[in-house]
């Protein structure tokens, strides 16, 4: 169970880092200094929604 999670973690951190580090750059280029941990809940908002809306219904 244990490395399940720890599994799930690193999975779940891979798959928001490129919204994640996205994010960082904009926000860097408008002032805004934050680090990945800062715009790691942005990050999962983003990625959640480019997902679904990406997501094919039938």
Do not use: D, Q, R
């Not at 799930?8 to 941990?37: D, E, H, K, R, S």
């Not at 908002?45 to 094919?56: H, T």
Request: glycine residues 10%; aromatic residues 14%; positive net charge.
């Amino acid at each position: 169970m244990i490395k399940l999670l720890l599994s799930f973690a690193a999975v779940f951190l891979v798959a928001t880092f490129p919204a994640t580090w996205l994010l960082m750059l904009f926000m860097g280029n408008i002032g805004l200094a934050v680090g990945y941990w800062g715009a790691l809940p942005l990050g999962i908002l983003v990625s959640a929604l480019l997902g679904s809306a990406s997501a094919s219904t039938y």
